[in-house]
C-alpha cells in the first residue's frame, strides 16, 4: 500500500510490509532485462522483488521518511545478514536476537534512518514487519477480535493447505458464522478501519460500504485461494509467515537481489514531484501501488497523464484499487490501453486479497 502521509505525520511508519502481492505484480509488469522501473516506496519489498527480474535500475519514491527508512533497513539487511537472519529481523521467523541483528545493519544505513530505528528498540524487538500501524491494526484483529470468533484450532484449520472444495466445506460449516460476519463488518468497519488502521483522508474518494467489500473479498481467499500458499493472510492470522513467504523474502531470491541492490535508488518525495523533473521517456515499468486511491479524479488524470509521458510506448503501469475506482480516462484512450483480460486473470488469484480490483495499462504514445 502506497504512503499517504500528511504534513506532520511524515515520521508516521503507515506500513512495515507492502501489501500487494509481488507475484502478480511482476507479472503484470512483466519487466524485462534493462528496463528502468519506477516504483511507490512503502516498506520497500516489492521495490527489491523487482530487481528479481533483472532490470537496469529501480527507481523508488516515497513522500514518507519513515517509509524510506524501511527500504533503507530492508537493504541493510540483504547486504549484512544470512537469509534466515533477515527473516528473523522482520518477523517471518521467532528470534530473540533481533537487536544484534539490528546492530550489525546500523552502519549501512543513512543518519535519518538510524535516529529514525535507534527511537524504536520495541519495534526492532518485535520484527521490523509488525511496526507499521497498518500492521499493528492487523495484530489487534489477530490478538483481541478472531480469539473471540474462533478457537485457535479453528485457525490453524483454516490455514492448512487443501483442495477448493474442502476449503468450501469448512468455510461454510466450521468459519462463516454470525459472530465472524459481524465482528468482522464492526472492526473492518469505515469508521475503525479509518482510526486504526489506514486515515481518515483515505475515504475521502471512497463511497459505499467498506466492510461488506472487504468480508467478500476475504471468502474469496479463504475458499478459492489456499490458504497454506498465502503468505499476507498467514500474517494477518498467525503474526508471522507459516508456509509461505512473499517473493523478496524467498531464499532462492535472496542471493539474487542481494546482488542487485546497487541497481536500486530512492527519492523522498511525492511522485508528482519527482515526475516534473524525470525526461520523457525515461521509463518502462511503473508499479505505483494504491496511491491513486488517495487522489481526486482530476488529480489522478493528471498523474495518469504525467506517467504516460514518461514511459515509452509499450511500458506498462500497473496499480491497485481499494476502495476507490480508478481506470484510464476517456482522454487519455489514445495514449494508455487496458490489458483488462490480463489484470482480471491476474486479480483473480492475487493473494493479498482486499483489494477490489488490479489496472494494468500499456502506454501508447
Given at each position: 500500500m502506497a504512503s499517504a502521509d500528511r504534513d506532520g505525520e511524515v515520521d508516521v511508519l503507515r506500513y512495515a510490509q507492502c501489501w500487494e502481492d509481488a507475484d502478480v505484480l511482476l507479472a503484470a509488469l512483466d519487466v524485462r532485462p534493462g528496463d528502468t522501473c519506477l516504483a511507490i516506496g512503502s516498506a520497500g519489498d516489492n521495490a527489491l522483488a523487482l530487481l528479481a527480474a533483472d532490470p537496469r535500475r529501480v527507481i523508488v519514491v516515497d513522500r514518507s521518511?519513515?517509509?524510506?527508512?524501511?527500504?533503507?533497513?530492508?537493504?541493510?539487511?540483504y547486504r549484512c545478514l544470512t537469509h534466515g537472519e533477515l527473516l528473523e529481523l522482520v518477523g517471518s521467523a521467532p528470534s530473540t536476537r533481533r537487536a544484534a541483528l539490528y546492530g550489525?545493519?546500523?552502519?549501512?544505513?543513512?543518519?535519518?534512518?538510524?535516529?529514525?530505528?535507534?527511537?524504536?528498540?520495541?519495534?526492532?524487538?518485535?520484527?521490523?514487519?509488525s511496526a507499521g500501524r497498518f500492521e499493528r491494526y492487523l495484530a489487534l484483529f489477530r490478538q483481541r477480535i478472531l480469539p473471540a470468533v474462533h478457537q485457535q484450532r479453528v485457525v490453524r484449520t483454516m490455514l492448512r493447505g487443501r483442495p477448493r472444495e474442502a476449503r468450501l466445506r469448512f468455510h461454510a460449516q466450521a468459519w462463516?458464522?454470525?459472530?465472524?460476519?459481524?465482528?468482522?463488518?464492526?472492526?473492518?468497519?469505515?469508521?475503525?478501519?479509518?482510526?486504526?488502521?489506514?486515515?481518515?483522508?483515505t475515504f475521502a474518494h471512497v463511497h459505499g460500504a467498506v466492510a461488506e467489500r472487504l468480508l467478500a473479498?476475504?471468502?474469496?481467499?479463504?475458499t478459492e485461494l489456499d490458504p497454506a500458499?498465502?503468505?499476507?493472510?498467514?500474517?494477518?492470522?498467525?503474526?508471522r509467515h507459516l508456509t509461505a513467504l512473499p517473493l523478496a523474502l524467498r531464499p532462492e531470491r535472496f542471493d539474487v537481489i542481494r546482488g542487485r541492490l546497487d541497481r536500486l535508488e530512492w527519492h523522498c518525495c511525492t511522485l508528482?514531484?519527482?515526475?516534473?523533473?524525470?525526461?520523457?521517456?525515461?521509463?518502462?515499468?511503473?508499479?505505483?501501488?494504491?496511491?491513486?486511491?488517495?487522489?481526486?479524479?482530476?488529480?489522478?488524470?493528471?498523474?495518469l497523464a504525467r506517467l504516460a509521458d514518461a514511459v515509452t510506448p509499450g511500458g506498462r503501469l500497473v496499480y491497485w484499487n481499494l476502495f476507490a475506482?480508478?481506470?484510464?480516462?476517456?482522454?487519455?484512450?489514445?495514449?494508455?490501453?487496458p490489458l483488462v483480460d490480463l489484470a482480471s486473470a491476474l486479480h483473480h488469484r492475487d493473494r493479498a486479497f482486499f483489494y477490489g480490483d488490479l489496472v494494468v495499462e500499456e502506454v501508447l504514445a
Open positions: 521518511p519513515a517509509q524510506i527508512a524501511c527500504l533503507e533497513l530492508r537493504v541493510a539487511a550489525r545493519c546500523r552502519a549501512a544505513l543513512s543518519e535519518p534512518a538510524r535516529r529514525f530505528w535507534d527511537a524504536r528498540p520495541g519495534a526492532v524487538a518485535d520484527g521490523v514487519g462463516d458464522g454470525w459472530r465472524w460476519r459481524l465482528a468482522f463488518r464492526l472492526f473492518f468497519s469505515r469508521a475503525v478501519l479509518g482510526t486504526l488502521g489506514r486515515d481518515h483522508s473479498r476475504t471468502r474469496h481467499a479463504l500458499d498465502n503468505p499476507y493472510l498467514q500474517w494477518i492470522c498467525a503474526g508528482d514531484a519527482w515526475l516534473a523533473r524525470t525526461a520523457a521517456r525515461s521509463l518502462q515499468r511503473c508499479n505505483l501501488s494504491d496511491v491513486f486511491e488517495y487522489q481526486s479524479p482530476s488529480e489522478y488524470e493528471g498523474t475506482e480508478r481506470h484510464r480516462p476517456p482522454r487519455l484512450g489514445e495514449r494508455l490501453r
